[in-house]
């Protein structure tokens, strides 16, 4: 294993850290000033396309995807490019157009639309004239296990010796969603529920504007609303139909299509939580240098000097680990590599909202503030220990994988 960065990865890697020094770092206080000048706005904000435009001059164009119709980068290439990203975690992924959930729909597309699905769907997505939605999670059931989903997908006749699909059901946490541009909503229920209960479950696109589609409120993450994201959404779909050409990939597959976006997917959360947590840190070194507390600087106090050696020592593990993730995907597969992306799924969320949680302690009053972004990088730290499967789960799988190797 060499994580040494190569010729192509080391050059983006400088060209997106001027990206983010020059543009996107002091972009961050114009966000929130947008954001205030209109609070009832949920389309993007005037910033992120103008930093959509200054990346993509740069080359910083969908880095994630790899093949011709991304950057043809690998997992491994893309790894430092990613952590990069998660510095300025509300702006530099959409910056790229490389944010969730739009990834992981692109990944899907890629993998499993048709030419025509791809055609319609996935080519302005790339382009990001458009942006989507994955609902999958709902109300009702627990979620943690997506074998539980209740969302119906019926069969009916669409009146002209054709079938369409009815869709019925209710979803939340569906991120994106409130954004008036995300045009696609891709949707998982039960096809089957007389089937094995992992062939039970299928993926329809469905288009935001098919009749008894309802977005029916937004919901917040500790308090925040993430409308820089399109928020997340509570939807309702009411006898929803569309064309039997809106299935993606094929009946009964739609849960192990779910664990292929999701793979990828849980990876570069943890590829932009180890930046999350060296953004923080950068915070902890200026403050602990300058902030005086009991007559002497805080970078002189025992316990201070602790969490950063604590910190530094699991940012290091942290990442190695992740790099062999990411070195596994490329060279043996997802489904090989799943023992290392379910233990950075576990591990790098929780290390990294413990060092968030001590520099925010540190910061005191500040840390809880609104001047500073350690609160809002713990609630999304705190929110990936649930989002792509709680930590439970991961654990369940893991250990169970352990307990039965030879």
Known sequence: MDFAHDERTAELVGE????LETEVYPAEAELDAELAEHPGQWSEPAVVGRLRASARSRGLWNLFLPGARGAGLSNLQYAPLAELTGRSIRLAPAALNCAAPDTGNMELLAEFGTDDQQREWLEPLLEARIRSSFCMTEPGVASSDATNIETVIERASDGHGGSDYVITGRKWWSTGAMNPDAALFIVMGKTDPSADRHRQQSMVLVPRSTPGVTVVRPLTVFGYDDREHGGHAEIVFDRVRVPVENLLGAEGAG???????????????????LGMAERALSLVRERAASRVAFGRPLAEQGVVREWAADARVQLEALRLLVLKTAWLMDTVGNRAAMTEIQAIKIAVPQAVEGILDHAIQLFGGAGVSADTPLARLWAAARTLRLADGPDEVHRMSLGKAELGRD
């Not at 997106?16 to 990206?19: C, E, G, H, K, N």
């Not at 664990?259 to 590829?271: E, F, K, S, V």
């Open 16 to 19: 997106l850290t001027d990206f």
């Open 255 to 273: 849960f192990a299509m779910a664990q292929a976006r999701l793979g990828p997917g849980r990876i570069h959360h943890c590829m932009r939580l």
